[in-house]
């Protein structure tokens, strides 16, 4: 069954650095999901993603963050000049289409972990 | 907005046994689905379950199936006949049916353990 890959699983960066969190979605579907998990809170939405631009994004999404879609394979979260609160579990999702009935398929998710 | 609370951080359930998980939501919406997705130690996390809050029928797969009550805003999973690997994060999630997008929203997660 196609499925949803991030890598690195683990990523430790210093303060201040920039990262790269990356995902290949599974390839036929059209709609990009960046989620993430603090240790000992709640999943929280980030952004979506479709037709090479962002759709929906939360209020955590500032400045600091970006989405790309570089290559029709990969999707990638930018994280420029990380913060210690960025550290978290980060979560890929996509989906063929929008809606409950076209559910979200997640990757394994990369821990992030900032010094 | 929508919110999804799960008050149950741990449960466990002896294998064969059935296990209710609890989560309650709030919505102003009258348009919208509940979610049950299980996270297995390797991570990924699987839809189990889905509920379409207009329908006043419980949705059921298999050996799981939900307690929806939408004037309680409750929205329990049921897991029949559990076996080992059940034991995983189980998570509650909503999602708008009204606004554009799909943002899900979650609750805190419960981890579930199933004991031989």
């Known amino acids: 069954e196609p499925e949803v890959t991030q890598t690195p699983s683990h990523q430790v960066t210093q303060m201040g650095q920039e990262v790269i969190l990356r995902c290949v979605p599974i390839s036929n579907h059209l709609y990009f999901y960046w989620y993430r998990q603090i240790l000992g809170q709640k999943v929280e939405f980030l952004v979506s993603?479709?037709?090479?631009?962002?759709?929906?994004k939360s209020e955590i999404f500032d400045d600091q963050f970006s989405v790309e879609r570089p290559d029709g394979s990969n999707f990638t979260l930018k994280i420029r000049s990380t913060k210690l609160e960025d550290s978290a579990m980060y979560f890929c999702?996509?989906?063929?289409?929008?809606?409950?009935?076209?559910?979200?398929?997640f990757g394994d998710g990369t821990r992030l972990s900032i010094l | 907005a929508q919110t999804v609370t799960q008050s149950q951080p741990e449960m466990s359930v002896q294998e064969a046994e059935t296990v209710t998980l609890s989560c309650t939501y709030d919505t102003s919406e009258n348009n919208y689905y509940l979610f049950w997705y299980k996270q297995p130690p390797s991570r990924q996390m699987i839809l189990v379950i889905r509920q379409e809050a207009y329908k006043q029928q419980n949705a059921t797969e298999n050996r799981f199936s939900v307690n929806f009550q939408k004037a309680a805003k409750s929205f329990s999973l049921k897991i029949s006949d559990s076996q080992l690997g059940d034991t995983a994060m189980y998570f509650c999630?909503?999602?708008?049916?009204?606004?554009?997008?799909?943002?899900?929203?979650f609750g805190e997660g419960t981890q579930l353990t199933v004991n031989p």
């Open positions: 999702a996509s989906s063929e289409g929008q809606g409950a009935y076209q559910p979200q398929h």
């Open positions: 999630a909503s999602l708008s049916g009204e606004t554009s997008g799909s943002r899900l929203t």
């Open positions: 993603f479709y037709n090479n631009e962002i759709s929906e």
